[in-house]
């Protein structure tokens, strides 16, 4: 096996391991899953940027409900609630996020926030990934 200058590093980790190949994309049988956030993607703020004031964007969730009818899996992930602040003050928005969804007409799988759901989603200021797109690219 050729190893790049770096890999003696880990070397003896990866001699360890049994290593299979990964698939970029899931198969087209496999259900695709599509991690969706959910301020300022699907709604948006005027002056303030509180949670009871947003407004949806039905054009940008009409997409994300097609993409739910051609049979992605939607997981509105947000970090509503997770950060440190509001960790500490003990607030979470989960039973709120779920119904404002249902209210605004989204379809989906399932909602994770900043501190409930399946996959926590951490506060942060950049997604750098080589699967990430912006609402307007969909």
């Known amino acids: 096996m ?3 200058p770096e890999a003696s590093q880990y070397k003896e980790l ?3 391991m049994n290593f299979h190949e990964s698939k970029r994309l899931s198969d087209e049988d496999d259900q695709r899953v599509a991690l969706v956030d959910i ?3 699907i709604c948006f703020y005027g002056e303030k940027r509180r ?5 949806p964007n039905q054009e940008y969730i009409a997409k994300i409900n097609k993409m739910y009818d051609e049979g992605w899996k939607i ?3 947000t970090a509503r609630g997770g950060s440190p602040k509001s960790v ?5 928005y989960y039973d709120f996020t779920l119904k404002q969804l249902e209210s605004w007409g989204c379809k989906f799988h ?3 926030t900043g501190t409930k759901g399946k996959y926590i989603k951490p506060p942060y200021d950049l997604v750098i990934d080589d699967k990430a797109k912006r609402i307007e690219e969909i």
Do not use: I, S
């Open 2 to 4: 050729n190893y790049h």
């Open 14 to 16: 990866v001699d360890k």
């Open 39 to 41: 301020d300022e993607t």
């Open 51 to 55: 949670y009871d004031l947003a407004e």
């Open 75 to 77: 997981v509105y992930w």
């Open 88 to 92: 500490a003050e003990g607030r979470c």
């Open 110 to 112: 399932e909602l994770c």
